[in-house]
């Protein structure tokens, strides 16, 4: 059964710092493109950031730019989103999803997504 699973999230302070990772089982990420979405309460999902399937492209949404880390480690099957000076803005549910393929896929194109792990910044 494919599956993805996130995990680390959690409640931290504004400037704080959290990793998320993103499991996958099932299936290897080798050959897959992996994003990295949240959805807020009464916003639309978006885009934060995406790696090709073999680390070796990147990209951010601007409002993570400077903030955010994607990384992947395949031997492991799982993909990281080390986040940095957090702001209260940035809470929401993360997600995680996979697109076959080697680059980054508009995000009508992941096919395969985890259930999300919530974020939360506060003080």
């Known amino acids: 059964q494919v599956q993805l699973v996130e995990s680390g999230g959690g409640l931290v302070q504004p400037g704080g710092s959290l990793r998320l990772s993103c499991a996958a089982s099932g299936f290897t990420l080798d050959y897959y493109a992996i994003g990295w979405f949240r959805q807020a309460p009464g916003k639309e999902r978006e885009g934060v950031s995406c790696?090709?399937?073999?680390?070796?492209?990147?990209n951010y949404a601007d409002s993570v730019k400077g903030r955010f880390t994607i990384s992947r480690d395949n031997a492991k099957n799982t993909v990281y989103l080390q986040m940095n000076s957090l702001k209260p803005e940035d809470t929401a549910v993360y997600y995680c999803a996979a697109a076959r393929g080697r680059l980054c896929p508009p995000p009508s194109d992941f096919g395969s997504w985890g259930q999300g792990t919530q974020v939360t910044v506060s003080s």
């Open positions: 790696i090709s399937s073999s680390g070796g492209s990147t």
